[in-house]
């Protein structure tokens, strides 16, 4: 776990390390790591050549390792307009970059699988438009 801005508004390293064990079953040596705005756009300029932040990466390096990062102005700004709970929108996005080092890619199937895993925990559907 790995924090690059201030922890103040962020949930607890406990429960983000929750919800990657959920979604990572497989997975050895992953790091979290929470950004803000000028590392997240940097990291999704120079591997997806998008020059703005996103809510998360993934990055897969072979086997079970890899990283998820996750850029916190950005999620936060998303929980706001679609009415979530901070701690809900980051436990979705950690369930996402996980799911994405274990090879799933955007589709039905790991839609599915993140509903599941989030309902463990009582966290609704992401996808459900209210």
């Known amino acids: 776990m790995q924090f690059a801005v201030p922890r103040r508004g962020l949930p607890s390293a406990a429960a983000l390390?929750?919800?990657?064990?959920?979604?990572?079953?497989?997975?050895?040596?992953?790091?979290?790591?929470?950004?803000?705005?000028?590392?997240?756009?940097?990291?999704?300029?120079?591997?997806?050549?998008?020059?703005?932040?996103?809510?998360?990466?993934?990055?897969?390096?072979?086997?079970?390792?890899?990283?998820?990062?996750?850029?916190?102005?950005?999620?936060?700004?998303e929980a706001r307009s679609q009415g979530k709970a901070v701690a809900a929108h980051y436990a979705?996005?950690?369930?996402?970059?996980?799911?994405h080092l274990r090879g799933y890619g955007h589709g039905k199937r790991m839609e599915k699988r993140e509903i599941s895993i989030l309902r463990?925990?009582?966290?609704?559907?992401?996808y459900a438009v209210e």
């Open 120 to 126: 463990r925990f009582g966290i609704a559907n992401p």
């Open 92 to 99: 979705h996005l950690v369930v996402h970059g996980m799911l």
């Open 17 to 77: 390390l929750k919800f990657a064990l959920a979604a990572g079953a497989g997975l050895k040596d992953v790091t979290l790591r929470i950004v803000g705005m000028r590392e997240g756009r940097f990291l999704n300029k120079s591997f997806r050549r998008r020059d703005t932040p996103t809510n998360v990466l993934s990055f897969h390096y072979g086997g079970r390792r890899g990283d998820v990062v996750l850029c916190h102005p950005v999620i936060a700004r």
